[in-house]
Structures are given as C-alpha cells and as structure tokens.
C-alpha cells in the first residue's frame, strides 16, 4: 500500500516524539506507532478536506413546512485545539425552515465536519450555527453541545465527571418561548 508523504512526514515525527518522550522508538510494540498514530490523526482531522456549507446545498428542498426541525443526540467526537486531546459527547441541532428544508442526515456531516478539526467546543457550537443560518437561511438555528474533555479528566483538574454544555441561537430562537420549546424537546426522553 502506498503512503503519501505527508503521512510520512507526520509518522518521523512522532517517531521522534517517541524518542523524547522517553522510549525506544525501535521495539517491536512500537516499530508501526509512528504510521498509526499519523494516520489516526490525519481520519481525526479530515474535517479540514470538507465544506460543510457545500454538504448543506447538496440536499436542499423546497418545503413550505414552518415548525422546528430537530436533530438530537449526533455523536460528537473532536480533538481540543490547546492540549490535542479528545472531547466527545452529544449535540442538538434545531433549524425552522424558511422555504427550504435539507436531508436530515446532512445536520449531522455538518456537526462531524466541524468536528474532525482542531477545535474548542465554543466555536464549533458556532460554526455549525452560522454555516445552517447562511446555507439554509432559515427562521432561525439552535445549537446545543454537550461534552466530556478529556484534558479535564486525565490532567490537572481530574474532573471526571464535569460536562461542558455551549449553546448558540439565531433568528426565532431569540424569543424565550421558542427557546424553551427547543430545550423542553431535547431533554425530553421521547425516542
Ligand atoms: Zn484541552
């Protein structure tokens, strides 16, 4: 199989990290690190190949329903941009369709794209906010995220059990009811 040459590149240093780290970068165990670590980093990132405004307009249709459209519980799973470990946990996308509704499927590339890429949870909440506002235009988009980071949890702080929770809203969502709705629906256990 052939490995491109910034798989390569990423693989001799972490070979090097290796090294000053501590180990024996030559023992069996580790002799294929480098190369796994490198291309597990590169599949953690490849959120950086992908235009999520573009995965958005690759369903969009026209629909003249006006109610919340909610998706809940899409698996989060990100890489912290401060200590390059991982966070994970769950987020809630709502949007109310202004003329035009899209695939379901394409909330949830959208919150992955934007995952796979360095982050903090903060902006991504955002980023996923403002690329639904400005692909689908609608009445408005609510954001919510929920997540565990592992920089807490193994480091410093040790708190194993803390839940981070970020929101953003647009448009209808600034009005309280509708807020509410939204927060009653996704704490519900419905489904
Ligand atoms: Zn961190």
Do not use: W
Request: with cysteine.
């Amino acid at each position: 199989m052939e490995i491109d040459s910034k798989t390569e590149q990423l693989a001799a240093h972490y070979k090097e990290i290796l090294k000053l780290l501590g180990e024996d970068n030559q023992r069996e165990g580790l002799l294929k690190t480098p190369l796994r670590v490198a291309k597990a980093m590169q599949y953690m990132m490849k959120g950086y190949d992908e235009n999520p405004e573009e995965i958005l307009r690759s369903a969009l249709f026209k629909e003249d329903y006006r109610q919340m459209v909610i998706v809940k519980d899409i698996e989060v799973y990100s890489m912290c941009e401060h200590h390059l470990l991982p966070f994970y946990g769950r987020a809630h996308v709502a949007y109310i369709p202004n003329g035009y509704i899209t695939g379901l499927s394409k909330i949830a590339r959208v919150v992955e794209t934007f995952a796979r890429r360095l982050q903090v949870q903060e902006r991504m909440t955002y980023e996923i906010k403002n690329c639904i506002q400005n692909t689908l235009h609608p009445l408005g988009v609510a954001v919510v995220i929920e997540a565990q980071h592992l920089c807490m949890m193994l480091r410093g702080v040790q708190q194993q059990n803390s839940v981070t929770t970020t929101s953003d809203f647009s448009g209808a969502f600034s009005n309280i009811a509708t807020r509410d709705e939204f927060i009653r629906l996704i704490s519900s256990k419905l489904h």
